[in-house]
């Protein structure tokens, strides 16, 4: 099988000695990778074609690949590693279907005037749509290389091989990549199929290759935005109203630009900010400008501790997203509950920072948001410029799991360097910036009936799940924090729900067991008391959560193990490997008397019915006296599809894993009636070591040649739900409302004594 | 002006007295290992040694710092000779994001200069005062025992055990 490119003549800019490694804006294409996550991020449709992962959005190959005349490959994607490992798993698949060795690529991440437009890094999307793309466009990229060796080598293309960045004839005779490239090669549009390797033939992909970026994290070289030294670099800081809604009645900025080393400080409506010489004076400039500070009004904010109520009676837009027959229910016993989770916070532990710098050109701006070219749109819209008037670069910065402060501290930069013309500003949101200003992972509710039939099966099944929206991703000036400030401020979009199949507050809501009778129905509510948006894996953490330990409420009913429970309705069987080789590999059906204190519990999901299949076996134990939670011994199992890096999909299980259990046991973001009180990591307590489980194995269950699937965020419910269920079992109590900090369960025990289920 | 002494080499730093290290190191002598994460002490990404303890720059003045021997990342090797810590953190694929790794590996650094013998419950105990939010503790915690492992080899002048295997 061989690619048919066909030609295009989209750009006639291709002149030259075959040097097609050159730096031209790629033509605008106005829709992202993933339809529920970008559907703001213009307006521009074209019709798709039938290209692979990104290929369909950016269909010509030297989008992806360039190759120069002197043999040097450059990689293109429009994704941004987060510290999932991207860039490697990337350069792993170029490497294999180029045929060349895998340190002698180059990378360029997401850029606006390099780089295709991916739209966000988000979504566990990153191997499915630029990993798609680039396996495909690096296979075609060969043929076409092959193709012309043969031609200009006399030798028909099937008897010529590759290696080395190189195709070689029987007879020895060989031509290097660069030599054979032309100008026009690769500038052809992508075709649907692509000549693959066998996967049996990888020497690449499917390796722990070491991260290239971890080097240089370990030995104190620049690896994140927060370490850029720009020459003529200053610094700048924001005021923060203390509380959203107040706004600045009066500051006295001539005090604090006599500070020394103050260039200036910038004031436009409610946005109050400083530029200064140094880190440390601007710092103290800030301090000193919110001490001067005059602000009036605040938000009048929910009650915190009856949040789940406060949701439940805001207006909602109602969706059916299933409805298999649910009236008339048959006969059984019919159970139901309820589950909430309250807000919570990315929680970087780098606080967000960008670099922004101004010129007569135009902006050029340096940030580790997920998505530089909806931002890129939004700040062309707040800085009232067309978009090509502005550059977004993406430069690694702390994790950020999702829609952080990256993008409103790049527009705090942008609205600071207009100011001070030339010179590159670099903004780090303070400790507290970040805690009280990040949009927060929405709070939500969750109520599931079941009814259970003599037999043990479920036979109806509903499930509401209310909650704001999960995206108020950039795309539009009112997505950027400082915009809402200045002195034309400008307004927040309408909140959209994200539909289905991947969906928002009811991603994961449609169980992907097999229940005959079933009906799931999302209750979206626009107003927002709290600023939200993405945090990993949006509703699918709450959703799974509640399904989850529902389910095993309903086993403990029919008497039956909950394990067993799960395959007793699931069908679809990459679900049941992953299932049952998580439970083979934890021991669950060999789990002997255990001691009081002690549980154990399961948690699975496909992550959107569409990505990685993910299971969780775990064992806790539950201190009675502090109520204290503490895993022990934690068992994964994954199904990825074709595993590019073993080693980088079990970070991001075990990390998920992790986390999870961090926001699981500890978190929920804390607020008064006006403004937010979680200021710092004392008010916003996180996972420490002492919470860490004794072990964490994960299994790979490699899938050569299938697609890959998203992975790094389909450890989130699970986990949850294995903790729930394990001090189900270890207490006796079921808690269906996170998080499971030791006060809940402190109080959880003291109300009812202790013990067994069923 | 103050001098100071970083990785063995001194400095003669102009920074105000009150400027906590942190800055200092990363503004005026260009040494970005140590991170800003909180400026409180509450998390860890700027931790450094002074006179082989783990401090927090983030919240100490350099004006209580002359005289005394600073640590930073970067004096424990480079990236083409990196030390065992930094050697191990490499061999474990111990970082996801990254930007706890510098300030867990000078705490554990700190802890295995005063306790070459640290067992894992030593390691999680000394980490407590340091964040990672991606998840990596699992990771760290190999990493550092294995640091352990190289350190003790090395100060045995035999083989080390555990330079070679595959990256997990």
Known sequence: MSPVPHVVSRRGVLAGSGALVMSFALARTAFAQDPQEAQNVGEEARKPLPQPGSLKNEPLLDAWIRIDADGRITVFTGKAELGQGIKTALLQVAAEQLDVPFESLTLVTADTARTANEGYTAGSHSMQDSGTAILHASAQVRALLVAAAAGRLGVAADRLRTGGAAVTAPDGRSLSYGEIVTAEMLHVNAAPQSPLKDPADHTVMGRPVPRVDIPAKVTGGAAYVQDMRPTGLVHGRIVRPPSPGARLRAVDAAAVEQMPGVLKVVRNGSFLGVVAEGEWPCIQAMRRLAVLARWEGHSDLPDAATIDQTILKLPSQDTDILDTGHLGAPEGRRFEATFTKPYQMHASIGPSCAIAQATRDGMTVWTHSQGAYPLRDALAEMLQVPPDKVRCIHVEGSGCYGHNGADDVAADAALLAVAVPDRPVRVQWMREDEHRYEPYGPAMVAKLTAVLDRSGRIVDWTHDVWSNTHLTRPGRAGHLLPALYLQQPFTPPPPKPLPQPEGGGDRNAIPLYRFPRGRVTNHFIPDMPLRVSALRSLGAYHNVFAIETFLDDLAAAAGIDPVEFRLNHMEDPRARDVISKTAEAFGWSSAGTRRPGTGRGFGFARYKNLGAYTAVALDLTVDRDSGAVTVGRVVAAVDSGEAVNPSGIRNQIEGAIVQSTSWTLFEAVRFDRTRITSRSWADYPILRFDAVPASVEVHIIDRPGQPFLGTGESGQGPTAAAIANAVADATGVRLRDLPLDRAKVRTALGRRPASRAG | ?168
Request: aromatic residues 4%.
């Open chain 2, 1 to 168: 002006m103050i001098t100071l002494t970083i990785n063995g080499t001194r400095h003669d730093v102009s920074s105000d007295p009150a400027t906590p290290l942190l800055y200092v190191l990363r503004d005026e002598l260009g040494l970005h290992g140590a991170k800003y994460g909180c400026g409180f002490g509450q998390c860890g990404a700027c931790t450094v040694m002074v006179d082989g303890r783990a401090v927090y720059s983030c919240v100490t003045p350099v004006a209580a710092l002359p005289g005394r021997e600073i640590k930073t990342v970067e004096g424990l090797g480079t990236i083409d000779s990196p030390g065992p810590m930094q050697r191990a953190f490499m061999d474990e694929q111990a970082a996801q994001c990254g930007y706890c790794i510098p300030g867990m590996m000078m705490r554990a650094q700190a802890l295995l200069e005063q306790n070459p013998a640290a067992g894992e419950q030593d390691i999680r105990d000394h980490l407590q005062a340091n964040l990672c939010r991606c998840g990596t503790h699992m990771r760290i915690l190999a990493a550092v025992q294995r640091a352990a492992d190289l350190m003790r080899s090395a100060g045995d002048g035999g083989p080390s055990p555990v330079t070679t295997g595959a990256v997990r």
